[in-house]
């Protein structure tokens, strides 16, 4: 069951408690999922910062989540998993302002992606938010698929800004 779309999101950090939730989100978002093993590495890296978004009534009562590195000055956002259900009420753009919030708020002043080629919605929701393409990586991924890459500087954004819906709450 999925919740209204209008439910406010709510976004936290996530922890290892949350691995069996992440796992299932990975599964059902991605060809190739990462591990429980990698991502207990990324709940338990001090550098990394992984958050998890529910709405009320949402399947498992988790809708997405998105992982970010964050080291000096730049953030790299490494993935964004929405529950197939919940897909197209802006849950993505929520997780990413929030992480791209707590990365300036740890002094990041740029955030890289990569994205495949060929993902459109992936790369409109990322242009939506003020990323610019960068350049491309051939090969990229194990089956051969280019990434484009992607960067956002935080600095003009102030953190809070970035591509937030009209009249929305800040992340």
């Given at each position: 069951m999925?919740?209204?779309?209008d ?5 936290r950090?996530?922890?290892?408690a949350?691995?069996?939730a ?6 059902g ?5 990462w591990?429980?093993?990698?991502l ?6 001090p550098?990394?910062v ?10 498992g ?13 730049e953030?790299?956002?490494l993935?964004?998993?929405v529950?197939p ?21 740890r002094?990041?002043a ?5 994205v ?21 990586r051939?090969?990229?991924y194990a089956?051969?698929?280019d990434a484009l ?7 003009d ?15």
């Amino acid at each position: 069951m999925s919740a209204a779309p209008d439910a406010a999101p709510s976004i936290r950090r996530a922890g290892t408690a949350d691995l069996r939730a992440l796992v299932a989100l990975e599964a059902g978002s991605f060809e190739h999922p990462w591990s429980a093993a990698l991502l207990r590495t990324e709940l338990e890296s001090p550098h990394s910062v992984v958050l998890l978004a529910c709405r009320p009534g949402a399947a498992g009562g988790v809708s997405g989540y998105a992982a970010f590195q964050i080291a000096a000055d730049e953030a790299e956002l490494l993935r964004v998993a929405v529950h197939p259900g919940e897909r197209r009420r802006g849950l993505g753009a929520d997780l990413v302002r929030a992480g791209i919030a707590r990365a300036v708020a740890r002094g990041a002043a740029r955030c890289f992606l990569e994205v495949r080629t060929n993902n459109r919605p992936a790369i409109e929701l990322y242009r939506r938010l003020g990323f610019g393409e960068r350049g491309r990586r051939s090969d990229y991924y194990a089956d051969g698929a280019d990434a484009l890459v992607m960067a956002l500087e935080l600095a003009d954004q102030g953190g809070l800004r970035i591509g937030r819906r009209s009249g929305g709450p800040p992340s």
